[in-house]
């Protein structure tokens, strides 16, 4: 290494520790910001796929097969810096969300409920390989049929959900409220990395950065025991925010806990035609984009540059929200 690349590598490691320990600015409701500098990273992943079945084994081929979505990597610049929750909203705050703003959750107001985990769902006489069931009434935020404190990420939450907090958090604050663009939830999560995860590579070390579908979870799904970490984080179901390490950015949960919805519609080959300058989706689709994993997602599809997608009416035991705060344009 040479001097000034050491010099480089050294201020750069002094900018994401300073990240990491600066004081979280907080907003309506008490959610903590991060304060996340502008930069520039390399997004997505074109691994190839005998690596990665090396990596993950026990998984069909098919499985990496149909990650070319994640391809080609580009270079991106995140040209301003933003602020992000540091942590997932939370069960307490999305309640006082709903008590102050009179906000009714799709799941309530359509009728139809959520999904929820129920041990005694036979999978034999439903063709299910699971125990969730739904959508029924008796499902939504305040029930995903395991129990959540107030400390618990909210789930059962839609992407039209995570807007309206978004606006209302906006004519409260007087600031500006969205949810992460797919490039600047990448650009975060990574907070440096190269990796596949924001601690590197080994799939292993998930079980210090995020709450994802190890021993402990598998208890409750044991045909899929082969597929999940070999070691257990005390938590079958979500975790109390916060409760595992951060990353460089100072950010929890960025791997696992709940999937988290981004702004950006999906497009499958978007990454070949995307602009480098705060990219922000293609202009319309079908489905937008979840990202980071969950309680209940397998170590491949918890990477950093791992793309799911749902509609925007989606409710579900495994996602949640993540919210950006922008930051005063500069005078």
Not at 104 to 121: F, M, Q
Not at 193 to 208: A, D, F, I, T, V
Not at 248 to 271: I, K, Q, T
Request: charged share 20%; aromatic share 12%; proline share 8%.
């Amino acid at each position: 290494m040479t001097l000034r690349t050491a010099s480089l590598a050294l201020v750069l490691a002094t900018l994401l520790s300073a990240c990491a320990q600066a004081p979280a600015p907080t907003g309506p409701l008490g959610i903590a910001f991060v304060t996340v500098p502008a930069g520039t990273f390399d997004m997505g992943s074109d691994e190839p796929v005998d690596t990665l079945a090396a990596a993950y084994p026990g998984l069909e081929r098919s499985r990496f097969e149909g990650l070319t979505d994640e391809a080609p990597v580009h270079r991106v610049r995140i040209t301003r810096a933003f602020e992000m929750s540091r942590h997932e909203v939370t069960v307490g705050q999305f309640r006082a969300f709903l008590q102050r703003s009179g906000h009714v959750p799709e799941s309530i107001a359509d009728g139809t409920g959520g999904y929820g985990y129920n041990p005694g769902y036979d999978p034999a006489t439903t063709a299910r390989r699971d125990a969730f069931e739904g959508r029924q009434p008796r499902y939504s935020w305040q029930n995903p049929g395991f129990p959540q404190g107030d400390d618990h990420p909210v789930v059962n939450v839609t992407w039209n959900d995570a807007m309206a907090l978004a606006r209302w958090l906006s004519a409260q604050d007087g600031r500006t409220y969205r949810l992460p663009t797919e490039a600047e939830w990448e650009y975060a999560c990574r907070a440096g990395s190269k990796g596949r995860y924001q601690h590197g590579n080994e799939p292993e070390g998930l079980l210090r950065a995020g709450n994802t579908f190890d021993q402990d979870a598998a208890a409750n799904w044991p045909t899929w025991r082969e597929r999940a970490l070999p070691g257990r984080d005390g938590h079958a179901f979500t975790a109390p925010v916060g409760s595992f390490a951060p990353n460089a950015f100072g950010l929890h949960d960025m791997h696992g806990n709940v999937w988290e919805w981004v702004s950006d519609w999906y497009g499958e080959d978007y990454y070949a035609r995307s602009p480098t300058n705060d990219p922000a989706g293609p202009a319309d689709g079908n489905v937008k984009v979840r990202r980071g994993g969950s309680w209940h997602t397998w170590p491949l599809y918890t990477r950093c540059a791992f793309r799911n997608w749902n509609t925007v009416q989606t409710r579900y035991p495994l996602v949640g929200i993540r919210l950006v705060r922008e930051q005063p344009a500069p005078h």
